[in-house]
């Protein structure tokens, strides 16, 4: 290799040194949006997630994945999981889902449920700016409830593929089995969700934000059993669509999480179900 050497004068390295530390001070400016890859996107057994910030997030708070409460474990209805140990292993995918950047591991289940919604947060033993040193950047989850129309797409990990879907609408409530998910968002048809894609983050493709978590499908046609989720409105009514998927909305999350990734289900505007429900039947 040919050695390319330069020669900088004594202004020149003054001038380059005021312009470095005016940039330093600067703030980062937010990354513009070209399109939905796998981006901060992970698998894990069995189920897909991804590594997520609040807007608010610094690049020295620990990192969380997101992904569902059933990935967990099959939980209660009623229960509610916080601070538990967990060293489970995370495989982060680069931005193409082709290649792997490496393995994250957990130190804990911060947040889970599988009552009125169906989401998990990991802590991880990193911080976000390692996570990015590795290659890769956290998605934002947006603080706002998505509409109805949107242009969206889920983003398995577990399947390194990446659907594209609208946002039919919301379900009043969503009930499998002994779970009960209230104002689930409904993907239009087709929108081929399968096993292995629970816990994808469901972005939005005008703005690159998580907007919920993707957490089931009506597998063949059945009515309320798991694997088959029905719909039930406002007085009662029961519709069953075969074929049609689901997930959790995630802005209820955005307020319950602070400083250094810290999970406070006291804080305003919290919507994420608190420890000591009482148990919903279906």
Known sequence: MREIRVWFDAEMIK???????????????????????????VALSGCSGAVVRTPA???????????????????AAGE????????????????????????LRAKSVAYATMTTTDVAFYRLDQTYAQVEALGTRAL?????????????RVVSGYWKRLYSCELDGFAHELREGAWTWRDSIRYTAPCDTIGGTSGS?????????????????????KRCTQNNPCEVDEVGAVTVR???????QT????ACIGADSAFTLSAPGCALPKPALVPIGV
Do not use: W
């Open 80 to 103: 509610v999981i916080t601070g538990q140990a967990s060293d489970r292993t995370f495989t982060l995918l680069d931005s193409t889902g082709k290649s792997t950047l490496g393995t």
């Open 251 to 254: 802005h209820l999350a955005v």
């Open 140 to 152: 934002e989850l947006s603080p706002r409830r998505p509409a109805a129309g949107a242009d969206i």
């Open 57 to 75: 997030a610094k690049p020295t708070d620990t990192a969380l994945v997101m992904s569902n409460g059933h990935c967990v474990k099959l939980m």
């Open 242 to 248: 075969q074929g049609i998927g689901y997930g959790q």
């Open 201 to 221: 983050p469901i972005v939005d493709a005008a703005s690159g934000k998580v907007v919920g978590v993707n957490n089931t499908v009506n597998e063949n046609g």
């Open 15 to 41: 001038r380059s040194l005021v312009v470095a530390l005016l940039l330093a001070l600067s703030p980062v400016p937010a990354q513009a949006v070209t399109g939905v890859d796998f981006t901060g996107t």
